[in-house]
């Protein structure tokens, strides 16, 4: 969808269904995606606070593609580390480290760049 122009809005770790057999993420439970880039008009965009960057929480700031980085990013965050520590490798904490990070410039510039880098590491 981020390759149509897309942004997603309320996407986290309970919109993807793991199907251990096959081996696949799969996307489930989108709530919505607006076309993007777009202001926001409201004090915040919905969702969960835990996967919410910091411009989906500040009035008249732009919501673009590398929100949904930023989503994703903390996806992987959540799925990759529990109790006992990181489940992946370092080069694959580094791809969501940066993924999440507060600064939009700081992150991937789209989702086609963070899957790139997963994919790579």
Do not use: K
């Not at 880039?37 to 915040?44: E, Y």
Request: proline letters at 6%; a negative charge; hydrophobic letters at 40%.
């Amino acid at each position: 969808m981020s390759a149509a122009g897309y942004v997603a809005v309320d996407l986290y770790d309970g919109c993807f269904l793991y199907d251990f057999d096959a081996h696949l993420m799969r996307l489930i439970d989108l709530d919505e995606y607006r076309p993007g880039p777009f202001v926001l008009d409201s004090d915040r965009l919905p969702g969960s606070r835990r996967y919410l960057s910091p411009e989906e929480l500040t009035r008249g700031a732009t919501i673009d593609g590398r929100t949904t980085v930023h989503a994703l990013g903390r996806t992987l965050h959540h799925l990759l580390d529990g109790p006992a520590g990181w489940r992946g490798t370092a080069a694959e904490r580094a791809v969501a480290d940066r993924a999440g990070r507060s600064d939009p410039a700081a992150r991937h510039p789209t989702v086609a760049a963070l899957v790139r880098d997963w994919r790579a590491v």
